[in-house]
């Protein structure tokens, strides 16, 4: 008998003897169960609420013969009429649990009784609603005194009745319980005595077999798994198969041995290919020139390939023929020749750039470079050539030699770098291209708002000439119905007009191009005064003392000055004019906010004045205004709270306003910003000037303090622009506080919205104006190369400077000459054009455009239709500054636009930019 059969019939017979255990416990507890489920959920719960019964009716009766002493009966009667429908559900509840006729019987008396009960208590209510005497009462309460002690005895004994039945129950679940106890005790004996007899006979007969077998498993040499000794099977039961199961197992876990081993040399293998290429790839993030990704590059993986010479090519489409060019080298010696430029199809390396395939060579050919030591030179044993490659084109290639022939492992490596080496190339030559394209990106950007504008500002005047003309001919038409002889006048009248409407356009023209020409004027002096000032006050080379630097400072932050009044002047005059235009969109105040902080934070610091900034949390992040005016009314109020406040504290607060009560028609959301100070405050009877045009509180105030008076009356005129309002509370001494108010205008002003501008109420304004520009400009960047330095890509450069100006020629010359640039000068076109084809190189050509003979116009398009050298990048500088001038620049053919006066860092950025 096999060793299964004997098992199954041990179990067989353990398993239906418990079977049929098990199946008589489950009846006699499902017994005892239902016993106490009736003890605890009915008979149990109809004890309580008998029980709860008669304390409720009992109650009810005390509550009935107190009322009659207190005569608040009639009160009391809605209580009553709800406890009795109370009581009469409770009594059809409990009637409706009761199964039993005896309980049933019982049940029946006690609703008989009670609805007695309750006709009783509807007679004595009766009563005392006629008016009845106490006694009449009690004469009906006291004739129902028999029905009343038969309903309480009733409930009483079905209490009893229901307390038997549940000692009966008891007793009988004791019974079942000694029964079953008895029954567990019996089988639980007969069941292990059973078990155990089973066990003993199938663990007799198989022991033997298993000691034979474990003698073989404890021989295994669990250190050496290659060679496992077998069983002999001499069995065909179990045990047999069992034997005949471990000795293919132990032919299995020799070959898995085999396997494992081979695994983890590969796992060893793969995992030094990607530390090592995960090392090299940290690399690429470090470097923004390909010459020093290169340069690294080899040095980091020519060891790691056991290399002992290397060299690394890039692409080169500069001349007539792509080529790739060597721009580093490992372990290179000058006096042993090497290929500097290699063409496509070229030698081996050639070859493999053509086919885009790595060459792996042992056989080294006799006339192949050495490598070089300190003792001498040796030839090396083995060659690498691998192509990076992306998008199916070769970008790059490597080759490196070695004395030892290189494994199988490092040319996979190879092939996993070059992967991420063509993109990390890849990137940083895209990141030359962005930064490229980003700075025309901006010039386009500021093209693009320029034509914007002029469109607006052609678009207003032209709705305003129509509307003009069209209250003319309406005018006419009227005064032509009501007298035919009025006609001659009329016309008269019109001619007159439009006599008038020209004049007007031609007053409005001659105006722009006064502003046109002042701002010229004033810029061709200022741009050397600051560039000379910058660099005087700036050469730590320079023999200047201390006091001399501070004069040049003084002299630029004058300049700075006269600079920003000459914008706030072209502001107001575009403003008083109607021809500043306001571009409504999306501005994400937090951010906004961010911006006004990072600005001020340093004057804070500087001055030692605390500045907070509060945001409320319910106001919307996005807003709908023009974000370029809103700044310049935040900079201007900032500006003049830092001015005025010597100590103490500024706060900016944000909220959010449903509407405005000096506004009965008002936009539903508006923005409240206020701007709050410690500073020195302004008297009540000044304020109502202080937003006018060049005015301030004394003139103790602009000596002290300085300034034009322009900078609260453009806040207030951009405030209105925007349809808003600004008001001021102040105190002499006490400080100030501005409350700008904004509406949220998704769509723009709407023309017929005449409530922006209501001034019926008092507007007032905060602290001393103007605006303090030069202590909120932001600090210059770290220059990116150092002047003079040959890694500066200016160094060496040829630039010729086209400038009528005899200033701005010596200006820019000391400029450039410290980038180390070779400057040809030139006082108009055509002796720029004339140096041009002198010279055999010129890299770059600064173009200013007001010239006499030719200007800068005619200039740069005569360079673009030359044969050669029409492709020389042109930057044309110019001091005129208004709308169109970008245009006719870059139209004429030039590459970039600066107007002056010019910024240092702008203008050696621009030119780094087109030299790249």
Known sequence: MGFKKKLYMGLGFTISFLFILILVVFIMMSSIRGDMLAIMEDRYFKVNAATDLRQELYQKDRNLIQSFATEELEVEEGSIDIDNAETIDQIIMLESRVEQDESKAYMAKIKNGFEQYMEMEQEIIRLETNGASELEMLEVYNSQLDNRTMLFQTIEEFKLFQEGLMDDTLTQINETYETLMFILIIASSLALILIISSMLWAIRSTVHSINSITQVIKDIDYNNLSSIPRIKVVTNDEIGEISSAYNGMAASIESLTKKEADYTEAIKEQNWIESNSADIVKLYSRHTSVTSLAEQFLSKITPILDGNLGAFYIKDEEGAFTSFKKIATYAEVEDIPGIEHIQIGQGLIGQSIKECNALFLTDIPADYRFISTGLGSVQPKSILIAPVVVKEECIAVIEIASLKVMEESKRKLVESVLETLGIGITNILGRMEVERLLIESQAQTEELQTQSEELQTQSEELQSQTEELRMMNDQLEERSRDAELKSEELRAAKENLEEKARELQESSQYKSEFLANMSHELRTPLNSILLLSEMLGDDEGAPLSSEQKEFAHVIHSSGQDLLNLINDILDLSKVEAGKLEVHFEEVYLPEFMARLESTFEQIAKKKGIEFNIEIDENIPPIFYTDEQRLQQIMKNLLSNAFKFTEKGSVELKV????????????????????????????????????????????????????????????TKEFTNLLGGQCQVESAEGKGSTFTVYIPNLPNGIVPNLDFYHEEDHDEVAVSIEESVIEEVQMVPEDKVQVEGDPSNILYGKTVILADDDHRNIFTLKNVLAKEGMKVISAENGVECIQKLNHEEKVDLILMDIMMPIMDGYEAIKRIRSLDQKSETPIIALTAKAMKGDRDKCLEAGANDYISKPMKMDQLLSVMRVWLS
Request: hydrophobic letters at 35%; glycine letters at 12%; a neutral charge.
């Open 655 to 714: 909220k959010n306003v449903k509407s405005l009560d000096v506004i009965d028609d008002s936009p539903t959301n508006w923005v409240e910003i206020t701007v709050k100070d410690t500073g020195i405050g302004i008297p009540k009877s000044k304020q109502s000037m202080i937003f006018e045009a060049f005015q301030q509180v004394d003139g103790a105030t602009m000596r002290k303090y300085g300034g034009t008076g322009l900078g609260l009356s453009i």
